[in-house]
């Protein structure tokens, strides 16, 4: 079921996963584990950003971020990397990929899964409106950004009471991750690659992309 149809039958929750993935780490993995156990989730596509708008541009060309992302999923059943299309000739938005997704998959609900720190930006992305109305939310904490910081950023007459652990969003749901610690950051990632120490068994960075990192020779300094 890589990349393709998700599967007959009943509705089912799909998670989607933007981000650069300048290198993808274990937080991003362990992001998606806390989602796919907070929604049920039957599927989660990680989707790696050819051109992001909102972030400096990333390190590692689109093709090796990709290689990467596919490396770390590597024999997990229900997750894939997908590129979308167009993805190398212009930048694509969260409300274009959520749009092909949902034609691929129209059955499905829809799950989009990102930090605090992103989701109080979300006003400031293309048509986002659009993009609210398309799918629920799955949100983790970021150390500046909590519930209610995502609350009080949001369009104010779409924002319903706080129902658990989340709250509606007009027809919509954000799902809050109250115990999600992001362990690895891309940024410092970076730098101890560049200093030529991706570490061991336990370090940020799966095993299989830190193989392809010290072949590529990619962020060494």
Not at 66 to 93: D, F, H, I, K, N
Not at 113 to 130: C, F, H, N, P, S
Not at 143 to 148: I, K, N, P, Q, S
Not at 150 to 174: D, M
């Amino acid at each position: 079921m890589s990349g393709g149809t998700v599967g007959a039958g009943r509705a089912r929750r799909i998670g989607i996963l933007g981000g650069t993935f300048d290198p993808i780490h274990r937080g991003h993995l362990a992001l998606a584990e806390a989602a796919e156990r907070r929604c049920r989730l039957d599927w989660i596509y990680f989707v790696p950003a050819p051109r992001p708008m909102h972030k400096t541009p990333p390190v590692a060309a689109y093709a090796d971020r990709y290689a990467m992302t596919a490396l770390a999923l590597a024999g997990r059943r229900r997750w894939s990397p997908l590129a979308v299309p167009a993805a190398a000739e212009r930048p694509t938005y969260s409300v274009e990929q959520v749009a092909w997704i949902a034609r691929r998959h129209p059955r499905a609900r829809l799950y989009f899964i990102l930090g605090a720190d992103a989701m109080v930006e979300v006003r400031t992305w293309r048509q986002y409106r659009k993009l609210l109305a398309a799918c629920d939310f799955v949100v983790a904490p970021r150390a500046e950004f909590g519930l209610e910081a995502v609350r009080a950023a949001l369009p104010r007459e779409l924002v319903g009471k706080v129902t658990g652990e989340g709250f509606r969003l007009g027809k919509r749901q954000v799902f809050w991750l109250p115990n999600f610690r992001d362990p690895a950051g891309s940024r410092q990632l970076r730098r101890r690659l560049a200093s030529g120490r991706p570490g061991g068994a336990e370090a940020p960075i799966p095993a299989p992309v830190t193989a392809y990192l010290l072949r590529s020779g990619l962020y060494r300094s």
